[in-house]
């Protein structure tokens, strides 16, 4: 179909992608995308460096200090003032770190994880100052414990690593492995010392002192095969300087050093050796973070003009993007709800108070009734949908009435043709009636009684058809007729009623006007309980009161059914659907259906504690006389 207004969805869908895609995937997906993410990096190493590296730096230094400051009191060697002075120094860095790395925010998932470590690590202090004051401790373990907290700071410092430049990433990864490599030396300053108090080279100093060496000239190697030539220049004159080879021959000699032997007479210099080594180390390890961080700084700047000039060019592109999209979204939604709102008018309103009425009313829809869909649109295709909507209301409608006509035409067949029959079976119960009381065989008697309960049966029937075209049977009582005749009637009116017992029954009455369908709709749920029960079980009638009104159960021992289908019976006779003819086989629940809700009757079938299942009846107090009354026409 040609396009009648406005120009096609798909050409303001073209407008509408075509230049926020081009800009922003040009400006913004490379600003964002290689620049973007690169300066917040920078921005959190900035605030990581300044809040959680730095304090935290000056903690390990502190805790390398107590570390060695205890194993020297330990060993006997250092008075308690000098560990209480030093404990001072690394409380107070302790708090200063805390109080500097607790307001971060925004942290990497790692980072959150490996800083609450930290924070963990650093309360376990307390526990270990209180082994080295009570002497509980042996120097190894000691140095176990404060090596275990001084390692969570590496942990975490590899985890703040976030140098956007590879090159970058490799010489600040580098560094801090030759930090580490620090610690390891300080550690192996702590075990000489144990050493030399000792006298000798035990199996557990020598163990551990072999593990510091080996870890300590891996990383250190490691370290210098990752930094740059201008970067490793102070590491490679420390390598060849007499103070790392003297102190590279005291490792030697404390780990070749038999567990049974003393100690060599050098081994008074290696506290010396160690003490100038580190020294040496934490100089050139000042020179290397001076180096590396005058790197970052110029890569920082030349990334942030980066990021500037691609946010401002892209600004503009994305400001007009948005102003144009913005604009035909408008429209576009515009057109969309009414059309929306319209349709659901029709499906929810419009249609179903159309078919409502012709259930009752089969005359032609007024021109209310089928009135267009009224949208205002722009656009070609949404004018061509409010088109086909309308077309499909028309043929709905059409649908509706030839539907509610046939529907019509159908009740009055089933009514007129229940009605003659319901005439002759009227006319034939009153003959069967008239030869009862002339019989005097009782052969003869008998098969005029079943030939009167084969009537009767048919009756019921007859009025089922007249029900389910919603129309009233012909019986009516005029005054109130017990609940136990009632019942008794409903009986007389199955095929196998000697399997019916119907108990004890208080004495109420049923109004007259409800007498003919009560029975009825008990005579269908009674013949459902012996049709679908053992023909050798019986089938219970009890009635009792309630406070709002007479309840009726009926009681087979059949087989019973699934809790889904027991539900969706239930739903039938709740919500009193239309008649299904594709249903047959469910006749007498669409007439229990209507029966109850003509009168208000709620119907419910459970679970029976037998086995099969019990139908309650509950008849409102409305339906019931205010005395007990005999029945009467």
Same mark, same amino acid.
Do not use: C
């Given at each position: 179909?040609?396009?009648?207004?406005?120009?096609?969805?798909?050409?303001?869908?073209?407008?509408?992608?075509?230049?926020?895609?081009?800009?922003?995937?040009?400006?913004?997906?490379? %600003?964002? $995308?290689?620049?973007?993410? !690169?300066?917040?990096?920078?921005?959190? @190493?900035?605030?990581?460096?300044?809040?959680?590296?730095?304090?935290?730096?000056?903690?390990?230094?502190?805790?390398?200090?107590?570390?060695?400051?205890?194993?020297?009191?330990?060993?006997?060697?250092?008075?308690?003032?000098?560990?209480?002075?030093?404990?001072?120094?690394?409380?107070? %860095?302790?708090?200063?770190?805390?109080?500097?790395?607790?307001?971060?925010?925004?942290?990497?998932?790692?980072?959150?994880?490996?800083?609450?470590?930290?924070?963990?690590?650093? !309360?376990?202090?307390?526990?270990? *100052?209180?082994?080295?004051?009570?002497?509980?401790?042996?120097?190894?373990?000691?140095?176990?414990?404060?090596?275990?907290?001084?390692?969570?700071?590496?942990?975490?410092?590899? #985890?703040? @690593?976030?140098?956007?430049?590879?090159?970058?990433?490799?010489?600040? *990864?580098?560094?801090?492995?030759?930090?580490?490599?620090?610690?390891?030396?300080?550690?192996?300053?702590?075990?000489?010392?144990?050493?030399?108090?000792? =006298?000798?080279?035990?199996?557990?100093?020598?163990?551990?002192?072999?593990?510091?060496?080996?870890?300590?000239?891996?990383?250190?190697?490691?370290?210098?095969?990752?930094?740059?030539?201008?970067?490793?220049?102070?590491?490679?004159?420390?390598?060849?300087?007499?103070?790392?080879?003297?102190?590279?021959?005291?490792? &030697?000699?404390?780990? !070749?050093?038999?567990? #049974?032997? $003393?100690?060599?007479?050098?081994?008074?210099?290696?506290?010396?050796?160690?003490? &100038?080594?580190?020294? %040496?180390? +934490?100089?050139?390890?000042?020179?290397?973070?001076?180096? @590396?961080?005058?790197?970052?700084?110029?890569?920082?700047?030349?990334?942030?003009?980066?990021?500037?000039?691609?946010?401002?060019?892209?600004?503009?592109?994305?400001?007009?993007?948005?102003?144009?999209?913005?604009?035909? *979204?408008?429209?576009?939604?515009?057109?969309?709800?009414?059309?929306?709102?319209?349709?659901?008018?029709?499906?929810?309103?419009?249609?179903?108070?159309?078919?409502?009425?012709?259930?009752?009313?089969?005359?032609?829809?007024?021109?209310?009734?089928?009135?267009?869909?009224?949208?205002?649109?722009?656009?070609?295709?949404?004018?061509?949908?409010?088109?086909?909507? &309308?077309?499909?209301?028309?043929?709905?409608?059409?649908?509706?009435?030839?539907?509610?006509?046939?529907?019509?035409?159908?009740?009055?067949?089933?009514?007129?043709?229940?009605?003659?029959?319901?005439?002759?079976?009227?006319?034939?119960?009153?003959?069967?009636?008239?030869?009862?009381?002339?019989?005097?065989?009782?052969?003869?008697?008998?098969?005029?009684?079943?030939?009167?309960?084969?009537?009767?049966?048919?009756? *019921?029937?007859?009025?089922?058809?007249? @029900?389910?075209?919603?129309?009233?049977?012909?019986?009516?009582?005029?005054?109130?007729?017990?609940?136990?005749?009632?019942?008794?009637?409903?009986?007389?009116?199955?095929? +196998?009623?000697?399997?019916?017992?119907?108990?004890?029954?208080?004495?109420?009455?049923?109004?007259?006007?409800?007498?003919?369908?009560?029975?009825?709709?008990?005579?269908?749920?009674?013949?459902?309980?012996?049709?679908?029960?053992?023909?050798?079980?019986?089938?219970?009638?009890?009635?009792?009161?309630?406070?709002?009104?007479?309840?009726?159960?009926?009681?087979?021992?059949?087989?019973?059914?699934?809790? %889904?289908?027991?539900?969706?019976? &239930?739903?039938?006779?709740?919500?009193?659907?239309?008649?299904?003819?594709?249903?047959?086989?469910?006749?007498?629940?669409?007439?229990?259906?209507?029966?109850?809700?003509?009168?208000?009757?709620?119907?419910?079938?459970?679970?029976?504690?037998?086995?099969?299942?019990?139908?309650?009846?509950?008849?409102?107090?409305?339906?019931?006389?205010?005395?007990?009354?005999?029945? =009467?026409?």
């Amino acid at each position: 179909m040609p396009p009648k207004r406005g120009r096609p969805i798909a050409v303001k869908l073209l407008v509408l992608l075509l230049v926020p895609l081009l800009s922003l995937a040009g400006l913004w997906a490379f %600003a964002a $995308g290689l620049t973007g993410g !690169d300066g917040l990096r920078l921005l959190s @190493i900035n605030d990581l460096a300044t809040k959680v590296a730095l304090p935290s730096e000056k903690v390990n230094v502190e805790l390398q200090k107590e570390r060695l400051a205890s194993i020297e009191f330990l060993v006997g060697g250092l008075p308690l003032s000098k560990v209480t002075e030093q404990r001072t120094r690394t409380d107070l %860095a302790v708090s200063a770190f805390r109080s500097s790395a607790r307001p971060v925010r925004d942290l990497s998932p790692e980072m959150a994880t490996q800083l609450n470590v930290v924070f963990g690590k650093l !309360d376990q202090l307390t526990e270990a *100052r209180r082994g080295v004051d009570a002497r509980t401790r042996a120097p190894l373990d000691v140095i176990t414990g404060y090596s275990t907290i001084v390692d969570a700071f590496f942990r975490m410092y590899d #985890a703040m @690593i976030l140098v956007p430049d590879t090159a970058l990433y490799r010489q600040a *990864r580098a560094v801090t492995m030759l930090g580490e490599a620090m610690e390891m030396l300080s550690r192996e300053r702590a075990v000489i010392a144990v050493v030399l108090s000792a =006298g000798r080279v035990g199996a557990r100093e020598r163990e551990a002192f072999t593990g510091m060496v080996a870890t300590r000239r891996l990383l250190f190697g490691q370290a210098l095969g990752q930094l740059d030539d201008k970067l490793r220049g102070p590491y490679e004159k420390l390598v060849t300087s007499p103070v790392n080879k003297e102190f590279l021959a005291a490792e &030697n000699a404390v780990r !070749d050093q038999a567990t #049974a032997a $003393g100690l060599p007479a050098a081994a008074a210099t290696w506290p010396v050796d160690a003490r &100038n080594l580190a020294a %040496a180390v +934490e100089r050139a390890q000042a020179s290397l973070t001076t180096g @590396i961080t005058g790197r970052i700084t110029p890569a920082a700047v030349g990334l942030l003009v980066k990021i500037g000039v691609a946010g401002g060019v892209g600004l503009i592109a994305v400001v007009a993007s948005i102003l144009l999209s913005l604009r035909f *979204r408008r429209r576009l939604v515009e057109e969309l709800a009414g059309l929306r709102d319209a349709a659901t008018e029709l499906a929810e309103v419009r249609l179903p108070a159309l078919v409502a009425r012709l259930r009752t009313n089969t005359s032609r829809p007024t021109p209310e009734e089928t009135a267009p869909l009224k949208v205002v649109t722009h656009s070609s295709e949404v004018d061509d949908i409010v088109t086909a909507f &309308n077309r499909v209301q028309s043929t709905a409608v059409e649908a509706a009435v030839d539907q509610a006509r046939l529907r019509h035409g159908v009740n009055q067949v089933f009514v007129n043709l229940a009605r003659r029959n319901q005439s002759l079976l009227h006319r034939q119960l009153l003959q069967l009636d008239s030869m009862e009381r002339a019989a005097e065989e009782p052969g003869m008697l008998a098969d005029l009684f079943k030939l009167d309960h084969l009537t009767t049966r048919m009756r *019921r029937h007859a009025e089922s058809l007249i @029900i389910l075209s919603e129309q009233s049977p012909g019986r009516a009582w005029r005054n109130p007729v017990p609940i136990h005749d009632v019942l008794r009637a409903a009986v007389a009116e199955i095929e +196998e009623y000697e399997r019916v017992e119907v108990l004890t029954t208080p004495p109420v009455s049923l109004l007259g006007s409800a007498v003919t369908d009560v029975a009825h709709l008990i005579a269908e749920l009674i013949e459902n309980a012996t049709l679908f029960s053992p023909p050798q079980t019986r089938v219970d009638v009890r009635t009792s009161t309630s406070p709002h009104g007479l309840v009726v159960e009926i009681e087979d021992r059949g087989l019973g059914l699934p809790r %889904a289908e027991l539900d969706e019976l &239930n739903d039938r006779l709740t919500r009193t659907p239309e008649f299904d003819l594709a249903q047959s086989e469910r006749l007498g629940l669409f007439v229990v259906g209507r029966l109850a809700a003509r009168h208000a009757i709620k119907v419910t079938l459970v679970a029976s504690p037998y086995g099969g299942l019990t139908a309650l009846v509950a008849l409102p107090a409305s339906l019931l006389a205010d005395q007990p009354a005999l029945a =009467g026409r």
